[in-house]
T-cell receptor, first 109, second 111 residues
Framework: GQNIDQPTEMTATEGAIVQINCTYQ??????LFWYQQHAGEAPTFLSY??LDGLEEKGRFSSFLSRSKGYSYLLLKELQMKDSASYLC??????????WGAGTKLIIKP | IAGITQAPTSQILAAGRRMTLRCTQD?????MYWYRQDLGLGLRLIHY???????GKGEVPDGYSVSRANTDDFPLTLASAVPSQTSVYFC??????????FGPGTRLTVL
């Protein structure tokens, strides 16, 4: 079967750095997305990785290792508005998007 | 219209009733999707359409049907609603293989 694993919940302090991990086992791989979803709102796109390595975009970075079936999202200089759920999703060999259940990130002052 | 819209925003429905959730996008994306999102389970794909005139079943299609008569619209129909279909429904669109853009969601309660 296909599976994506993320921690259910994480807590971090405002101004700090947090890393949210995602491991996947899918039938094929054609890319990995990270989305942010605030409570009661729709998911919004954060990043896309298809090759190994780090993609940096402002305070957010995403890393991929295809050989390990592993990705992480790194959030720096945390702000209260970063409190949200972070969803990892993988495009499989049929170009279908397989979603993880999401990681709820709680930021404390 | 800017992006992707859904209607209604929320609905309370009696079990056994028929309901259509509407979704419209103006980005000329080929692909469209319907998901349901339940607490602790993440997004689950109900149906999808890779291009106008074609549809496919996702992970949880039972009790739902879709049509794709044109590029812009992708309605989702519950023929006879049941309480287990209480959920938040998101419509999304994309150019195939690229990032998906989501509508604001429909919160459906079936009593």
């Amino acid at each position: 079967g296909q599976n994506i694993d993320q921690p259910t919940e994480m807590t971090a302090t405002e101004g700090a750095i947090v890393q949210i991990n995602c491991t996947y086992q899918t039938s094929g791989f054609n890319g990995l997305f990270w989305y942010q979803q605030h409570a009661g709102e729709a998911p919004t796109f954060l990043s896309y990785n298809v090759l190994d390595g780090l993609e940096e975009k402002g305070r957010f970075s995403s890393f991929l290792s295809r050989s390990k079936g592993y990705s992480y999202l790194l959030l720096k200089e945390l702000q209260m508005k970063d409190s949200a759920s972070y969803l990892c999703a993988v495009i499989d060999s049929n170009y279908q998007l397989i979603w993880g259940a999401g990681t709820k990130l709680i930021i404390k002052p | 219209i800017a992006g992707i819209t859904q209607a209604p925003t929320s609905q309370i429905l009696a079990a056994g009733r028929r309901m259509t959730l509407r979704c419209t996008q103006d980005m000329r994306h080929n692909a469209m999707y319907w998901y349901r999102q339940d607490l602790g389970l993440g997004l689950r794909l109900i149906h999808y359409s890779n291009t106008a005139g074609t549809t496919g079943k996702g992970e949880v299609p039972d009790g739902y049907s879709v049509s794709r008569a044109n590029t812009d619209d992708f309605p989702l129909t519950l023929a006879s609603a049941v309480p287990s279909q209480t959920s938040v429904y998101f419509c999304a669109s994309s150019d195939t293989g690229n990032e998906q853009f989501f509508g604001p969601g429909t919160r459906l309660t079936v009593l």
